[in-house]
Nanobody
Framework: VQLQASGGGLVQAGGSLRLSCAASERSFGDYSMGWFRQAPGKERELVAAISWTGSGTTYAASVKGRFTISRDNAKNTGYLQMNSLKPEDTAVYYC??????????????????WGQGTLVTVSS
């Protein structure tokens, strides 16, 4: 499955962005999906993950209450709604699918099929 992330851009602190992750195959609906980010000089980290049905989610503490992950399996697309953005949210954001079908975990090692990243820049 190939993934393509989009929706990044430049936004002022306090603003919002919505990222999208489009998958190339219908099997998208059998896999949990995650959003990750990597800031300059830092390791890639999990931002949020959602189960294959959308019924289960998990968030990094730093984004809980500000970001919302969702998915539309009919459209083979996942989303990350980002509100109340902060300069420390500046990073390249990636989406990825879990390596196993119908399993949700929050370890970056469990995810593969990485899409290309989309840059989010939050100005102060």
């Amino acid at each position: 499955v190939q993934l393509q992330a989009s929706g990044g851009g430049l936004v002022q602190a306090g603003g919002s962005l919505r990222l999208s992750c489009a998958a190339s195959e219908r099997s998208f609906g059998d896999y949990s999906m995650g959003w990750f980010r990597q800031a300059p000089g830092k390791e890639r980290e999990l931002v949020a993950a959602i189960s294959w049905t959308g019924s289960g989610t998990t968030y990094a503490a730093s984004v809980k209450g500000r970001f919302t992950i969702s998915r539309d399996n009919a459209k083979n697309t996942g989303y990350l709604q980002m509100n109340s953005l902060k300069p420390e949210d500046t990073a390249v954001y990636y989406c990825a699918l879990h390596r196993a079908r119908r399993v949700l975990t929050d370890s970056i090692r469990d995810f593969g099929s990485w899409g290309q990243g989309t840059l989010v820049t939050v100005s102060s």
